[in-house]
């Protein structure tokens, strides 16, 4: 639109009154066009250039109702001021139902342009603030699209980050079973073993996080169930086949879920070389929610305190048990009630906000 002189078509069989319009608008700078016919005045919408449309209802051929229905049909169609000289409500009713921005009635002397100027004015205004509405709807639409379109491509690309990190863990635990078979030592052999299942649990994490609906989070159930049976693969003849897990379905962040795959692969290790001395028997993980705390157990029905210290550990496994749950803030026990050998851990399901450091004080 052409904010100075802005371009009228004024649809209406009556020459005269069409030429007072021209004269009277001309006057308060407006672009006057004239169409006799809704059909005539079709056909001048359709070369563009209109600001704003003054329409009459009586017209031969197409009336003012007909022609304002096929004008709004039009994309973009300008603002309509329906201008008639019938005193009928009826009709001003029903072309406002049908989308026309205002209605006048007109007299032959052409005493109503002044108050065509003002409801032309109006019709604008009205028209430009609806524009600057739907303009900013589809940018805000055009926005959410874009953002919509780069977090899925994020989300894509972080899958593929996840897949890609777990299958070279994978091949990593992989090259240590190998070399962990092949080697003739049995104290290297131990290693390998032990080292190959802690990268076997942080490869899960990234194996569940490509399949998972969430990246932000793994369900721990499906992930120990994974990683347990990666310890009954790996593990000599049957010394892991009464391995069991009780487990609730729940959602934790990805680092802490590493941090609880690492401790149940240490204790769970740590049960199989030490409580069955003469075979194999149960060990029994569980985990389950109490409240804003989770629980996590790793039991075994062997030989308890009776346990003969191997003078060839190292200690590294409670010491990444100890790393692990100082990780997860978690307190740890021995159940002195069970039978064999029972670890408690207790820990939020997120770890508590940091506390603000207060600020230094200021000398006065």
């Known amino acids: 639109m052409n904010a100075a002189t802005p371009t009228l078509l004024y649809i209406d069989d009556d020459q005269a009154l069409a030429r007072l319009v021209d004269r009277g608008l001309t006057r308060l700078g407006f672009t006057v066009v004239h169409a006799a016919s809704g059909k005539h005045g ?16 009586y017209m031969p051929g197409l009336d003012g109702l007909e022609t304002l229905e096929r004008i709004l049909a039009i994309p973009n169609a300008p603002p309509v001021v329906f201008v008639t000289a019938s005193q009928d409500s009826n009709v001003a009713v029903t072309a406002l139902k049908a989308g026309a921005a205002d209605y006048l009635t ?26 600057a509405r ?37 091949i990593i635990a992989s090259l240590l079973h190998l070399q962990a078979n092949s080697s003739t030592d049995d104290d290297v052999k131990a290693a390998l073993t032990n080292a190959m299942g802690r ?79 003469d075979g194999a028997g149960p060990i029994h993980v ?15 029905d062997g030989v308890g305190l009776n346990v003969k210290t191997d003078p060839r550990s190292t200690g590294m496994g409670q010491r990444i048990v100890t790393a692990m749950a100082s990780k997860l803030e978690a307190s740890v026990e021995r159940d002195p009630g069970h039978a064999g050998t029972r670890i408690i851990l207790r820990f939020r399901r997120a770890n508590a906000p940091a506390t603000p450091k207060p600020a230094a004080a200021t000398a006065s």
């Not at 109006?122 to 524009?131: D, E, H, T, V, Y």
Request: a negative charge; proline letters at 2%.
């Open 106 to 131: 007109k007299d032959i002397q052409g005493d109503f342009i002044p108050l065509l100027q003002v409801a032309i004015n109006g019709a604008l205004r009205q028209a430009s603030i609806q524009k």
């Open 134 to 170: 739907d303009d900013a709807e589809a940018e805000v639409h055009a926005s959410r699209d874009r953002y919509a379109a780069l977090a899925a491509e994020r989300e894509m690309l972080l899958r593929e980050v996840n897949h890609r990190v777990g299958n070279s863990l994978q």
């Open 286 to 300: 569980d985990l389950r929610a109490q409240d804003e705390h989770l629980l996590l157990s790793i039991a075994d």
């Open 199 to 277: 990268v076997a649990a942080v490869a899960q994490v990234h194996r569940r996080l490509y399949t998972s609906h969430d990246l932000k989070s793994v369900l721990l159930n499906q992930y120990l169930d994974a990683l347990l049976e990666d310890l009954r693969r790996s593990a000599e003849g049957n010394r892991m086949s009464r391995l069991t897990l009780k487990s609730e379905p729940i959602e934790i962040d990805p680092d802490r879920a590493v941090a609880i795959g690492i401790i149940v692969n240490e204790l769970v290790m740590n049960a199989v070389k030490y409580a069955y001395p």
């Open 42 to 57: 079709l056909e001048r919408l359709q070369q563009g250039g209109i600001d704003v449309v003054a329409l009459d209802q």
